[in-house]
T-cell receptor, first 115, second 111 residues
């Protein structure tokens, strides 16, 4: 148990569906992250929120839309996804997202399959 | 941008010391090097972090040579439960949030 929870753990959706992934951290951290993990590829950082402000986009397609209503919750809204978006989506948190690296605590991930 | 390179896989036996090396060309002066461990169906978990020379904690050691172009994670006396994927991560302090993850090394420990 890392103190970071993600729901759902598994999600299957069609290309025309709209769904949302949820992440919650119970660590009192101020920074939260979304990562995409595809088979045999490095983790890809998608979004960073520092004190609820988005600070990194990394050229993620607009069909992925993040939302951070407070420091403890992070959402990833999905719409009109493509089959190549199938992957494990990981949420992480850290004390802050400063210039120096901070230890990140990861949730178990949501396994997403796009049909 | 710094890029990390790790072996795709490694095998070892229980009780042995395992060393996993990561190459990181063009690492910047202020970058830190971090290693994570990931088990199936779980997110990565922090193991150790260092800047130069040697760092040791209760589970691993990290060796970084003077030129910092590589680093070696050392796991002493491994057990079956150390079977996992190990990631090398270089943090770029002068390029906001450009955290460069390696592709990971799948370590298999045999009885």
């Amino acid at each position: 148990e890392t103190g970071v929870t993600q729901t759902p753990r598994h999600l299957v959706m069609g290309m025309t569906n709209k769904k949302s992934l949820k992440c919650e951290q119970h660590l009192g951290h101020n920074a939260m992250y979304w990562y995409k993990q595809s088979a045999k590829k490095p983790l890809e950082l998608m979004f960073v929120y520092n004190f609820k402000e988005q600070t990194e986009n990394n050229s993620v397609p607009s069909r992925f839309s993040p939302e951070c209503p407070n420091s403890s919750h992070l959402f990833l809204h999905l719409h009109t996804l493509q089959p190549e978006d199938s992957a494990l989506y990981l949420c992480a948190s850290s004390q802050v997202a400063s210039g120096s690296y901070n230890e990140q605590f990861f949730g178990p991930g949501t396994r997403l399959t796009v049909l | 941008l710094a890029k990390t390179t790790q072996p795709i896989s490694m095998d070892s036996y229980e009780g042995q010391e395992v060393n996993i090396t990561c190459s990181h060309n063009n690492i910047a002066t202020n970058d830190y090097i971090t290693w994570y461990q990931q088990f199936p169906s779980q997110g990565p978990r922090f193991i150790i972090q260092g800047y130069k020379t040697k760092v040791t904690n209760e589970v691993a050691s990290l060796f970084i040579p003077a030129d910092r172009k590589s680093s070696t994670l050392s796991l002493p006396r491994v057990s079956l439960s150390d079977t996992a994927v190990y990631y090398c991560l270089v943090g770029l302090m002068d390029s906001n949030y450009q955290l460069i993850w390696g592709a990971g090394t799948k370590l298999i420990i045999k009885p």
